[in-house]
C-alpha cells in the first residue's frame, strides 16, 4: 500500500530563541517563536505523515494549549507520529520538503537535516530531499519576518 501525505507550517521570527530546523540548531541572528522549540520544518513533516496515515494534524495530537509541550522538542513530536506509522506497518518510501526562508542560506547544514531526519524516520538518506528556497525578498519570508516549510511524504507498506 502506498500512502501520500503533504504538510504546510509558518513560524514567525522572535529575537532571544535559537534557530532551530530540521531538529539542528542553526547558527543565526534570530529564532521563531512558537509554542514548542517552533521548528517549522519539522512541523510540516509531521504533519504531512499524519496526513498520509489519515490522522489529523499535529495541534490535533499536540495542542499548544497543553503545558506538556511547551518548548517541546519537535523531533520528539515527529519520533512519536513516525511511530503510528511503524505500528501500521509503514516505513518511509520518499520525503521532500521545502524549506522557505530569506534567509539564513540552508545549504550548509542541508546534509546534516537530512541525516537527522533519516534517523527520525529510520529513513535511507537517498530517500530523503531537503531544500530551500527565498522568496526574492516578496512576502513575510522574503521581508524576513518569519519562515514556512513545506513537505510531501510518502509511505509504503507491504502488500496490497
Ligand atoms: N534560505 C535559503 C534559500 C535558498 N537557498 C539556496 O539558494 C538557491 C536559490 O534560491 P532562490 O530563492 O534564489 O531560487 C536555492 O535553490 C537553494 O539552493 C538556501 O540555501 N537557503
Ligand atoms: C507544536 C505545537 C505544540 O507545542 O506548538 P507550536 O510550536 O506553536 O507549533 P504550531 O505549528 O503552531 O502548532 C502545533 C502545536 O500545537
Known amino acids: 500500500m502506498i500512502r501520500v501525505g503533504q504538510g504546510f507550517d509558518v513560524h514567525q521570527f ?8 530540521g531538529g539542528i540548531e542553526i547558527p543565526h541572528s534570530r529564532g521563531l517563536s512558537g509554542h514548542s522549540d517552533a521548528d517549522v520544518l519539522l512541523h510540516a513533516i509531521t504533519d504531512a505523515v499524519l ?22 522538542d ?8 513516525w511511530l503510528m506509522a511503524e505500528r501500521e506497518g509503514f ?7 521545502t524549506v522557505i526562508a530569506q534567509k ?4 550548509p547544514y542541508i546534509q546534516q537535516i537530512r541525516e537527522r531526519v533519516a534517523g527520525l524516520l529510520h529513513g535511507e538518506l ?12 516578496l512576502g513575510f519570508a522574503g521581508r524576513e519576518e518569519g519562515i514556512a516549510a513545506m513537505a510531501v511524504v510518502c509511505l509504503v507498506s507491504p502488500g496490497k
Do not use: C, Q, W
Request: proline content about 7%.
Open 104 to 107: 539564513p542560506k540552508m545549504v
Open 91 to 97: 516505513s518511509l518510501g520518499n520525503l521532500d520538503a
Open 74 to 81: 519537535s523531533a520528539k513530536l515527529l519520533r512519536e507520529v
Open 126 to 137: 537517498s530517500n530523503i530531499n531537503i531544500k530551500a528556497t527565498t522568496t526574492e525578498h
Open 14 to 21: 522572535a529575537d532571544d530563541r535559537p534557530l532551530i530546523l
Open 51 to 72: 496526513g498520509a496515515l489519515g490522522k489529523g494534524d499535529i495541534g490535533t495530537h499536540f495542542p499548544d494549549t497543553d503545558p506538556e509541550y511547551e518548548g517541546a
